[in-house]
Nanobody, 122 residues
Framework: QVQLVDSGGGLVQAGGSLRLSCVASGRTVSSINMGWFRQAPGKVREFVAAISWSGGDTYYTDSVKGRFTISRDNAKNTVYLQMNSLKPEDTAVYYC???????????????WGQGTQVTVSS
């Protein structure tokens, strides 16, 4: 069993930056892929980024490429999402996800964080 705790969200102006963190407990996550998804009001939850268990492969949805960076520190059981050049359309609740699968890990796994709100003002 894996427990995930997201943090780092907040209110930021357009063009600003935030770094989200996801700390895992209950079991080491060093051997599983990890990802971030987000859900805006009135919309379905969507894939944002994913990273392989080794950190050697990363994937992003097109709208965040070049602005967001996913990384992990397996020694700390932590996954990060660095978000730069934020836009109002990035406003959503962001969820850490454990064991995403499929092509480019776009399908969510069974482990979820509680979510952290990111609000970008124009």
């Amino acid at each position: 069993q894996v427990q995930l705790v997201d943090s780092g969200g907040g209110l930021v102006q357009a063009g600003g930056s935030l770094r989200l963190s996801c700390v895992a407990s209950g079991r080491t996550v060093s051997s599983i892929n990890m990802g971030w998804f987000r859900q805006a009001p009135g919309k379905v939850r969507e894939f944002v980024a994913a990273i392989s268990w080794s950190g050697g492969d990363t994937y992003y949805t097109d709208s965040v490429k070049g602005r967001f960076t996913i990384s992990r520190d397996n020694a700390k059981n932590t996954v990060y999402l660095q978000m730069n050049s934020l836009k109002p359309e990035d406003t959503a609740v962001y969820y850490c996800n454990g064991a995403p699968y499929g092509l480019r890990f776009r399908n969510p796994g069974v482990y979820w964080g509680q979510g952290t709100q990111v609000t970008v003002s124009s």
